[in-house]
């Protein structure tokens, strides 16, 4: 097994970085985590925590942007069946308004690794940021892609807030979070513009907030929001 170092030093490395095993500098059980859905206009911010099983290896773990809706269906369930233990924590709406989308998602990765049943001696986290936790934790930038373990967190977040969104769907089909599942879209912007948003919008995003003055405007409110 090559070192961290060496993959980084290689003249060519490989376009998609291939799995490595968990690399950590001292004995226990390892978690790693990820989140879902910072960009969206809607619904809550969604996290997981992921403690891997070495006896019981899952083929095909990837950035969870990188594999298609089927294919995430089945490893989250593989997942969940394979894991030594896992959690799915969310921050709701209001929490993402009051906190802002960094803040949030930090509670949300907290609320996952605390959820866990099993206590790991270490956190990896993906991208640049680790979350205040009373254990030793570290952030790895592409971790989603070079960690199994957050690739799994990653695959179960996702497609737990992807679930939601159909849930959403469901309530206020006018906006259609089926398809875009809360991202700023050009379709779903022209229907926060026609309809002004839905209690799950986040009222602190900048396309929200233009779409609830443009629906006061309209009306003739007396006072527009702020």
């Known amino acids: 097994m090559r070192s961290r170092k060496s993959l980084a030093a290689d003249p ?41 099983d070495e006896l019981q290896p899952i083929a095909g773990l990837a950035d969870s942007k990188k594999l298609t809706a089927r294919r995430r269906e089945r490893l989250y369930d593989e997942i969940r069946a394979k894991a030594l233990a896992c959690c799915i924590a969310e921050a709701s709406v209001e929490e993402i308004d ?14 996952a690794v605390e959820g866990l049943r099993l206590r790991p001696a270490k956190v990896l986290v ?33 497609v737990h807030r992807d679930r939601l969104c159909l849930g959403l769907d469901e309530r206020f089909p006018a906006y259609g979070f089926a398809v875009h599942k809360g991202y700023p879209t050009a379709a779903h912007q022209a229907a926060l513009l026609a309809h002004g948003p839905c209690p799950e919008h986040r009222r602190s995003y900048a396309p929200v907030r233009a779409a609830e003055v443009a629906l006061a405007l309209r009306s003739g409110a007396n006072e527009i929001p702020r």
Not at 14 to 31: E, H, M, N, W, Y
Not at 99 to 107: D, E, K, R, S, W
């Open 126 to 158: 993906d991208g640049n940021r680790v979350p205040v936790l009373r254990i030793p934790a570290e952030a790895i930038v592409q971790g989603d892609a070079t960690v199994a373990a957050i690739s799994a967190a990653s695959i179960l977040a996702k």
């Open 98 to 111: 009051r906190l802002n989308i960094l803040h949030a998602t930090m509670l949300a990765m907290r609320r």
């Open 12 to 52: 060519m490395p490989s376009p998609t970085p291939a799995q490595i095993p968990l690399v950590f500098d001292r004995p226990g059980l390892v978690a790693g985590v990820d989140e879902a859905g910072r960009g969206p206009l809607a619904g809550p911010v969604v996290a997981a925590a992921v403690i891997l």
